[in-house]
């Protein structure tokens, strides 16, 4: 079989095999297709799309993989690279796909929107504009402000409420950031937090931050957490992500303050070993008491539950006996799970009930319990603590 490389009319260098510490094979790309991979490379930063694409090709360098030319396959946010391995481990990408479906319609899609200070009517507001990168230039302090959405209804009510937690998490004066044409950036996904999807693009505009050098505040709010930690959880299992598309120590700039998490792998310990694992500062973790989809406040609900169905409290007929924790752990997340506000906190499969009728016969975590109901499954999570 023919090497890649030994076809140089047929074929362009365009990332080369030991160009980074990561970088264990070369790739190269069709001639005619050449122009287009070295646009790719130089224009990435402004378009978070273009940076999945380039991460990907790179990915290719240490990808494993037969070397007998056959046509492989990988896709990617918004289409597939279709490529080949040659027997010396050269990759060929012979053909960039693009699915034209990312491109965004509607207005309440999942990407980067600006937040503008609206002078005239002295509020936040969000910009209508769907973007594709992070405005780096635009700094406060020396530094530049995003903000990771949890769940909001609306784009334009995270872009409203996420400018208090900003201020509160970086101690920022109010007269000093309310002023005409300045903004923060928002990364807006209604749902789906805990999808590959959006995490690949949280990880692009990380890469892209650190490839500039750009010094970023991020305040990662609700749900929103589950997506950063995702994101940085690709960047801890592939160096080379930084690595090959940033400088180094670049990730000593971004500064991360979690408001409100929620999702898988958002536990304080968690968090702080992921930033440090990652080399990103982590500024501070605040959250309501309240919120019982905080996993650090389930473990400390699911204890206190524990000692009040010991208590053997009764409502309503019902007896809160002896359970086991793993029952009272199951019912307390199908509970969670329902998301109906009505229920009060209720663990029916295993028999425990706090309702109206008893609330106010516990102690004091009993009685703050049922304060959590209105941040939990109502909206208390998404102002600041």
């Not at 635009?138 to 409203?160: D, I, L, S």
């Not at 609700?222 to 959880?233: I, L, P, R, S």
């Not at 792998?265 to 694992?277: A, V």
């Not at 989809?293 to 006996?321: C, T």
């Amino acid at each position: 079989m023919t090497s890649i490389s030994q076809l140089n009319r047929t074929w362009h260098l365009i990332i080369r095999k030991g160009e980074s510490a990561n970088v264990n094979r070369n790739v190269y790309v069709l001639k005619q297709h050449y122009p287009l991979w070295v646009e790719l490379k130089r224009t990435h930063t402004g378009n978070y799309y273009k940076t999945i694409i380039v991460r990907t090709a790179y990915q290719l360098c240490s990808m494993a993989g037969a070397r007998n030319g056959e046509s492989k396959s990988l896709d990617l946010e918004g289409g597939s690279l279709h490529y080949t391995i040659d027997s010396n481990g050269d990759v060929g990408i012979y053909l960039l796909e693009i699915d034209a479906s990312i491109a965004p319609s509607g207005n309440q899609n999942a990407g980067v929107y600006r937040v503008d200070y609206d002078q005239k009517h002295e509020k936040w507001k969000t910009n209508n504009e769907f973007r594709q990168h992070l405005e780096l230039d635009h700094t406060w302090n020396n530094n530049h402000y995003a903000a990771v959405g949890g769940q909001f209804e609306t784009k334009e009510a995270a872009g409203r409420k996420l400018i208090e937690h900003i201020r509160n998490a970086y101690r920022l004066i109010e007269r000093d950031i309310n002023k005409h044409n300045n903004h923060y950036s928002l990364f807006w996904q209604k749902d789906q937090h805990s999808s590959d999807k959006h995490a690949s693009i949280m990880l692009a505009l990380l890469q892209q931050a650190m490839a500039k050098d750009a010094r970023v505040n991020w305040l990662v709010h609700g749900e929103g957490a589950g997506t950063f930690v995702n994101a940085m959880k690709k960047l801890s299992a592939n160096p080379q992500y930084q690595s090959m598309m940033a400088h180094e120590e670049s990730q000593q700039y971004q500064n991360v303050y979690f408001s409100n998490p929620r999702g898988k792998g958002t536990r304080k310990e968690q968090l702080e070993s992921l930033c440090k694992k990652v080399g990103f500062n982590l500024m501070g973790i605040n959250h309501s008491p309240y919120d019982l989809k905080n996993p650090d406040n389930q473990r400390a609900a699911l204890k206190e539950a524990g000692l009040i169905a010991a208590k053997g409290i009764v409502s309503g007929g019902f007896v809160a006996g002896l359970i086991s924790q793993t029952s009272l752990e199951k019912s307390f997340h199908s509970v969670l799970g329902a998301g109906d506000p009505t229920t009060a906190v209720a663990f029916g499969a295993a028999g425990l009930v706090i309702a109206n009728d008893v609330r106010s016969k516990l102690g004091g975590y009993g009685r703050n319990l049922w304060k959590g109901v209105g941040s939990t499954l109502g909206s208390g999570n998404q102002s600041w603590a």
